[in-house]
């Protein structure tokens, strides 16, 4: 009986060190606290390009990152989905630290960027079901969830199709297909929609509002206002690696009394920008 | 490291590849199409020419003499030339110059004619040739018998006959044929009035060749063969398993950063080893699949020229090497696996470093550069293989090969450790480095950045961290290499002890121990911890000491070992001789301990343990950082048998540095394992002597004095308890160990499902 309990308490302590338990009760499911990370620079030694961001996002959440080009949006998500490692501070997805689990960490999130390419000389049905063997889902498993996904996006045209020959549109498809088939808890869309014309920017905007509906803790970064306004629950705006303001809509137009979006954007920015200019001139 | 995720890798890259038409030509359709198509155009050459009419332009018909017969109605006659070479002649034959020619202008004509091509040889006979010969051979025949009497003039002078001329225009290659056809056909002409001038005089046609050196070849036919083919197969083997490593290789990586398609890679469940091990399988595949299919072709290929060449008859003789061995086919198989799995490593790391598939082109040459010698030094007709020769990459793995093909079965044998040794310590640095590459962020992503020097300069001083970086050890390797071996030109063998005291002294401190001091003063934020220099736990010294102790019999049985499998050349054993009796001129042994224990165990401890091990531990693989130091060491001994040990010694030497966090344990070590071999070189002999008792412990015998097995067997044991002493003690580990030992610690905890 102590054996027992001393084993209990031992896997509970385990649990808990490693954040699992922690974060599962607070609803939790992306935690960001002091994330620095810089660039080593021939020139300057060090480029700063995201500094100390701090945030959470829960399951059934869209979390928006907004800021113009070179905030740094990029590379905080690429932090959290292991490509890059943080210089300092913490980040955990799932309770997994990004660091020191990267494995662990990487089964938990699906990742659409316009980084992500399809391979040209595989067919959609080969792209997803290689991912999934790669995720470790069992054969006949992976064949049900790849019917059911191509089901759901509309894919099964484009099953045998090379993606050399895909539309953008199409491409588009295949790489939430494959972010998704392994039912990830937590989905991250860097800028996923630039490039894409109106229909097909639509239709990714709706599929990533049926992902949080089935629960799933989606970040999406973008430098486009309206997005931002007919999807996220929370945003950042992100300037020059910082977080100028955080929260949901309606907080940010309370705090600083201004209801439009990008009127907000351009303020925070530009005085932003005039604290630096300032700082340099003292 | 999981292996179904590198399964799922490899499959995919192998199908991609073969979805790719540019690999496929380069790997299966150019070989294939390459060789028999070479084959033909060198068939097509041949039967030209052999078939080729040559258009000869004979002048001054007349002036021949009537015997022997040099033509025949319009053409040569055929006991002059066969049949045969007859057909080979279109032959135009004008009695005298023709009208407007004179001798003056005869060049310029012919030049004229040669070259626009109405005749590709003009044949010229003087006037009074014919008349002349006859007068000359009848001299000859009438000449009287006994030497003292005068011979007349007309055969004393030396140019008594005109000589014919032939115009050739030699920058053409249809001119220069037809001169060695008519060549070939006066000098038999001439031969034959040699012969009749002889038979004139009685004389046997002997008399111009009284003997003939016969030369015998004693090898058999298939050691020839195999001699031939030994040197050529490797070759090409070789130089295919590399470009067939080369192009998949940046197709794998660069061009999958191109096309945006790594990311997507990288952010899959797959770890960076799983993903470098599955490209490294498939690039190995193309680049072996490349190589067989060019032997096979060039085999193939080979044997049907050299049977049509047999059946055309003519210059089958030089050609008669042959097909190949079969037994060579094994071997080359067997040896293509290793050295494709090193090509593909090296060319994957460089593809991985690689922006862009044109950037990855760009490092072809200096790979073929570094390369091509190391595959051209086997090929050297003086290169055999021993100790040396086995120990360089590539070329090692050649000598082993030609010995192997030529049956040389036993000297193989005794090379196939240090070989395999060195192309696998080489494929594993090269597989560390390609997935090193693949876990820098500065690699896969990597934007352009201005480079300049004074810049690069500057950033090195400004961003350099407390222990030196890796690339910053690997230099100060690098270098100290250098100067060692530039050094070793610099300075002779001194011959008394106070000249060698004072070099030793001076190249250790000065070659060593400064440039290594200098770069951790540049280099890094903290010299102090860099070269470990800090205390130790105490007990640690004495324990340091002691292992060297319970080590050093066993050191010195491996030495023997090496020395009985790898004997020295004469030239060593030569220098070995010098170094005795200078030693024998030491004041005492003091002094000897002092030149020889103590300054090479600061000066050496310094640059390798100190500066060197600190750089390589930031690849956060100890034992690999161990092994590397330990390497390098080893190459700064240049006597090679005594690099091998060394190498061992600096294996412990390296392990103590790393759990005792500090320099001077290994000093210790160092300066007890050297001075036990100075000790046991110049007075255990004497000693033995005055206390008998010794040999149970020491042999004095032809090698030296050697430990006695006994006395090996328990110091092994000692030391092994001594080592997990120091396997126990808590040692600092950098921050790349401690990553690597989370990461290492997290895969294991995968659940099964995800």
């Known amino acids: 009986m102590r054996k027992i309990t001393l084993v209990l308490i031992k896997e509970t302590c385990s649990l808990v060190s490693t954040g699992f338990v922690a974060y599962r009760l607070a609803g939790v499911m992306i935690h960001v606290r002091e994330l620095t990370k810089s660039y080593a620079d021939l020139r300057r030694g060090s480029f700063v390009a995201v500094d100390s961001i701090s945030f959470d996002a829960s399951p059934g959440q869209i979390y928006g990152l907004l800021g113009p080009n070179g905030a740094g949006k990029t590379t905080a998500l690429r932090i959290l989905s292991t490509m890059l490692q943080p210089t300092s501070g913490e980040a955990t997805v799932n309770g997994y630290d990004v660091l020191t689990q990267p494995g662990l960490v990487r089964r938990q999130i699906g990742y659409v960027s316009m980084n992500t390419a399809v391979y040209d000389r595989m067919t959609a049905w080969e792209m997803v079901e290689y991912f999934g063997r790669l995720y470790g889902i069992e054969q006949a498993d992976l064949r049900d969830r790849m019917e059911t996904i191509f089901g759901q996006l509309q894919m099964n045209e484009i099953r045998d199709l090379l993606g050399a020959k895909m539309s953008t549109g199409m491409k588009q498809k295949v790489s939430i297909a494959r972010a998704i088939v392994h039912n990830p808890p937590v989905l991250i869309f860097d800028e996923a929609t630039s490039g894409l014309d109106v229909l097909v920017a639509r239709a990714l905007l709706k599929t990533v509002d049926e992902l949080r509906d089935q629960g799933k803790c989606i970040v999406f970064s973008t430098h486009i206002m309206r997005e931002v306004e007919r999807l996220c629950d929370r945003i950042a705006i992100l300037h020059r690696g910082h977080i100028l303001a955080e929260g949901t809509l309606g907080e940010l137009a309370d705090r600083h009394e201004e209801p439009d979006l990008e009127e907000l954007f351009f303020e925070l920015i530009s005085q932003h920008d005039n604290q630096l200019a300032l700082a340099n001139v003292v | ?754």
């Open chain 2, 1 to 754: 490291m999981k292996l179904a995720n590198v399964k799922w890798i490899y499959l995919r890259e192998v199908r991609d590849q073969l979805r790719d038409r540019r690999t496929l030509f380069t790997i299966a359709v150019l070989p294939v199409l390459l060789y028999p198509l070479l084959g033909m155009t060198f068939l097509q050459v041949a039967q030209f020419s052999r078939e080729h009419k040559t258009p000869i332009l004979l002048l001054g018909a007349d002036s021949l003499p009537e015997t022997p017969r040099l033509l025949d109605d319009d053409k040569f006659d055929t006991e002059i030339a066969s049949e045969q070479d007859a057909k080979l002649f279109d032959l135009t034959i004008e009695r005298a110059l023709p009208p407007g020619v004179s001798l003056s202008t005869l060049r310029s004509w012919a030049e004229q004619e040669i070259q626009d091509g109405t005749y590709d040889a003009v044949v010229y006979f003087p006037d009074d040739f014919g008349v002349k010969l006859n007068e000359f051979r009848a001299a000859v025949a009438d000449s009287p018998d006994d030497s003292e009497t005068e011979l007349p003039a007309s055969i004393k002078q030396d140019r008594a006959i005109p000589e014919p001329e032939l115009f050739v225009d030699t920058a053409s290659d249809k001119s220069r044929m037809a001169r060695d056809r008519v060549d070939s056909v006066l000098v038999r002409w001439r031969d034959s009035i040699v012969v009749d001038n002889l038979r004139d005089r009685r004389i046997p046609s002997a008399a111009t060749k009284p003997f003939k050196v016969v030369s015998t070849d004693v090898s058999r036919e298939r050691t020839r063969r195999a001699a031939v083919w030994s040197k050529i197969l490797p070759f090409v083997v070789l130089i295919w398993a590399l470009t067939g490593a080369f192009y998949p290789a940046i197709d794998l990586c660069a061009g999958e950063k191109e096309r945006g398609t790594l990311e997507t890679l990288l952010c899959s469940p797959a770890e960076r080893s799983e993903i470098a091990w599955g490209k490294l399988l498939t690039i190995m595949t193309f680049s072996m699949a490349t190589s067989v299919l060019n032997l096979l072709s060039m085999g193939m290929t080979g044997a049907f020229i050299v049977s049509r060449i047999a059946i055309l008859g003519g210059g089958a003789t030089k050609l008669a090497i042959g097909t190949p061995p079969p037994a060579a086919f094994l071997w080359l198989l067997l040896a293509l696996i290793p050295l494709s799995a090193l090509f593909s490593a090296i060319s994957l790391a460089i593809a991985a470093f690689a922006k862009s598939s044109k950037e990855g082109q760009y490092y072809l040459m200096p790979v073929l550069m570094i390369t091509l010698p190391l595959m051209m030094l086997p090929m050297m007709p003086t290169t055999e293989l021993d100790l040396g020769m086995s120990l360089i990459p590539v070329a090692g793995v050649m000598l082993l090969l030609q010995a192997l093909i030529e049956g040389q079965y036993l000297e193989a044998v005794r090379f196939v450790v240090p070989v395999m040794g060195v192309t696998f310590l080489c494929c594993l640095l090269a597989m560390r480095w390609a997935i090193d590459q693949f876990n820098k962020e500065s690699v896969l992503f990597r934007e352009s950045e201005q480079w300049g020097f004074g810049v690069w300069i500057r950033s090195l001083i400004r961003d350099r961290r407390d222990t030196p970086s890796l690339s910053a050890a690997v230099m100060c390797g690098v270098l100290l290499l250098m100067i060692r071996f530039f050094a070793s030109f610099l300075f002779a063998m001194p011959e008394t002890w106070d000249g060698f005291a004072m070099t030793t002294v001076i190249s250790l401190v000065a070659f060593i121990a400064i440039p290594a001091i200098i770069m951790s003063v540049l280099l890094t934020r903290s010299p102090t911890k860099t070269l470990l220099l800090r205390a130790p736990r105490f007990e640690a010294i004495p324990m340091a000491a002691l292992l060297a102790l319970a080590l050093h019999p066993a050191n010195v049985a491996l030495g023997l070992l090496v020395q009985k499998v790898y004997p020295y050349s004469p030239d060593i054993i030569e220098q070995l001789k010098v170094f005795e009796s200078v030693i024998d001129g030491a004041p005492g042994l003091w002094a000897v301990i002092l030149v020889l224990a103590v300054t090479p165990a600061i000066c050496e401890e310094i640059a390798f343990r100190g500066f060197i091990l600190s750089g390589m531990r930031h690849m956060g693989h100890k034992w690999v950082a161990i092994l590397v130091t330990s390497v390098l060491f080893g190459a700064a001994h240049m006597i090679l048998q005594q690099s091998l040990t060394a190498c061992m010694i600096g294996m412990v030497l390296g392990y103590l540095a790393i759990q005792t966090g500090s320099l001077l344990p290994c000093i210790v070590y160092h300066l007890t394992h050297n001075s036990l071999s100075m000790i046991m070189a110049i007075c255990v002999p004497t000693l033995i002597e005055t206390y008998p008792g010794l040999s149970l412990l020491f042999s004095d015998g032809e090698s030296g004095t050697l430990y006695q097995w006994p006395a090996v067997a328990v110091g092994l044991v000692v030391g092994v308890g001594l080592l997990n002493w120091f396997r126990n003690l808590p040692y600092d580990q950098t921050k790349e160990e401690s990553l690597q030992k989370a990461l290492d610690h997290q895969t294991a905890q995968i659940p099964a499902k995800s």
